[in-house]
Every structure is written in C-alpha cells, then in structure tokens.
C-alpha cells in the first residue's frame, strides 16, 4: 500500500481541524447554496465523512491511530465531564422511563438482529456458517455486537473472549464503522422531522419540551461572554477530572483483575471501561457543585468541540473502499442494523415514544459515549446529558450481552 501525502500527526490534526472550520462555517452560512445543502446533509456527517474520503484515497493513514488514542483518552472524558456539568438530574427522572425502555429495546434488536442476519444471509452464502476457527464470520460478529452495545473497551473484550482471529476481526472493525455511521446519517436526517413522527404517534412531548425551555432559560439569564479566566476554569475542570479518572482507571482495572478474575466479560479488567465510568461520575457530582456555573460560559460548547475533534479522528479510520474487499461481510451488517433498526420503530411506536427517546436510544447503544451525546445535542444542546447517561448504561451492559450474543451465534455455526 503507498504510504500517504500527510503523516505527520501535527500535519494531519491540523488538515481535520481545517475540515471541521470548513463544515462548521459553511453549515451557518446565510448564502442558499449551503442553507439548500445542509437541509439534506447533516453537518455532523460530513465531519465523518470527509476525513474518511482523505484515509480513502491516501491523503491520510488512516492506520495511524495516535491522533484518535489522544482524542479518546484525552478529549473525550474531558468533554464527557463538561457535558454533565449542567446535569439536572431531577428533570431528566422526569423524563420518565421511555427513554430507558427504548435504549433496552436497542440492545435486545442487536442480540437478536445478529442471528436473524447471519442466518438469512448464509441463504445466499452458506460458507457464513462454516468452521469454527478463529477467523470464523460468527466470532467475528461478536466483537460488533460488543461494539454496538457497549463501545470499544467491550468490542475488545469480545476479541478476547472468544479468540476472534485478526482476519475476520479487521474486516468486521470496516463493518463496524460504516454500517454505524451509516445508521447515524439516517437518525440525524431524521431530526428535523421530529415533530412530525411525535404527532402522528401522539408522542407526549411535554416533559422534553419542558427540560429544553428550562436548560435555554436559564442559559438565557446566566449566559455571559467568556473572559480568559473562565475558559481556563473550564480546562482545568474538564482536565482535571479526567487526570482523576484516569488515575483511578489505574488502580481499579488492576485491582479488578487481580481479585475478580471472572468479571473479565463484564468489561471491569478494561481500563477503558472505568476512565467512562468515572469520568461521567465526577461530571455528574460536578453538577452538584458550584462548577455548574461554568455553563454560563459556555463549558458544554468546549466538550462539544472536543467531541468533534474526537469524531474527526474516528472518520480518518474509515475506508469507503473496504466496502468492495468483502461486501458480503456488509450486507451482513445491514440486515443486522435493520433487524435493530425496525424494533427501534415498532416499540417507539408501541409506546408512543418521542423520536427524540428512539434516536437517542439507538445512538446510546450503536454509538456509544462518542456519539450518543451528539445525536442528542442534535434535537437540543440541553439534551446531551441525557446521550451521556444512556452511553454509560451501554458500557455496563455492552460485554454481558454481546458474550450472550456470541452463545447464540455459535450455536448457528456448523
């Protein structure tokens, strides 16, 4: 493979964060070109999808993942912890169980969506179900469903566990992320059309609408322009937590491992794991404190840019080419996420679920704390706690239900 134009890391941070101006500054244009286009196109899907158009045709190395293990491990607690800080956790409870019943309904459509794919795809391709080495299609589908439930730390915990081969294990990390993304392009196409999914199912709104007038008037009446102290307040925070989650990631992990060898599959030995959890937990006993006046000033907007550049690096991994090497493997993919897809819809439905729930729900589970809480911001900045949470829950449950996945899936094999 030819090695790239730009492999500096510096270089290429610099090339995202100029696509990232370029999306942000177009997408608020008054002109009616850009207005006509991001009516079509979320500005959120191209700060995915450009960067993977640079890793496809080798402006990028998209195998470089030094910019994305910074962004992750970095920026992303950080930005986690800045997201809570104006948590009100009262008036999420208020929000009532939908959301929590949506997010569930997600995790049972990729336990039983998987099966369902491997199963009707194998129809067509019956090699789907042969062997049961470590490059087997089903060993390799565990590892998504892990992914899809709970986020990268539960995805290596399943590679672990079953002994998926690095073959199959690459080739389902390209499924992954493009069947993923492409799911994410649907749900935020679908965000402007919310109103019209909550009155045609008779969604009671009342709740959310009362959370997003309560978190816009209170910004309405604290909101002031940042000074330099206040922004340096904001990073230490949002940093600072994270150097504390990140310390105690160190010892728990460890700690986990040593005695209580069998919560391995439960995702408690992942470092990973506990840096979410603990970073969320600090952000949410911030907003207790005094620290959830840094809102004012604009400390959920410095964890959203972090969360952009974090989403950048995730593009700079896809290839849309690795779609041609093994369509097989996605089309797999896709009947899968349309299994999740279609009881997302019928339980919204069922239960007269804002969109809002369904979207978020789905995006808590396929997307994890990366994206869920944009999804979220998408229908309302006041809303991205709400992602956050449900995220978290998704790590809790990620691996115990993709290994469950993994017993189904191996039961299919021949």
Known sequence: MAEAMVT??????????????AVFYTSTSPKAFWRRFYRYVPALLLCYFVPSLLNTFGVIDGNDKSLYYVASRYLLPAALVLLTLNLDLKAIASLGPKAVILFLAGTVGIVIGAPIALLLVSALFPSLLDGHGPDAVWRGM???????????????????IYGVGDAIF??????????????????????PRASAWDAKVGADTTALDALKHKMAAWQEEHAKIPLLRDLMLILAVGFGATGLAHYGADWLAPWFAANFPGLEKYSLHSGFFWLMVMATTLGVLLSLTRAHKLEAVGASRVGSAFIYVLVATIGMHMDIAAILDSPVYFLLGAVWMLVHATIM????????????????????????????????????????????????????????????CGQILQSLAQ
């Open 345 to 404: 819809l019928l339980v919204a439905r069922a239960i007269r679920a804002p969109l809002f729930y369904m979207a978020v729900g789905s995006q808590a589970n396929v997307g994890g704390a990366a994206s869920a809480p944009v999804v979220a911001s998408a229908f309302h900045p006041a809303l991205a706690p709400v992602g956050v949470l449900l995220a978290v829950l998704g790590y809790v449950l990620g691996t115990y239900m993709a290994w469950f």
């Open 170 to 191: 690459s080739a389902m990390i390209a499924v992954d992320v493009l069947v993923a993304n492409a799911w994410m392009a649907v749900l935020l196409i679908l965000v």
């Open 142 to 160: 565990t590892t998504v469903a892990g992914s899809w439930i709970g986020g990268g730390a539960n995805q290596t915990a399943m590679k672990e």
């Open 8 to 21: 500096n890391p510096a270089s290429v941070l610099g090339l995202l964060m100029a696509v990232l101006g």
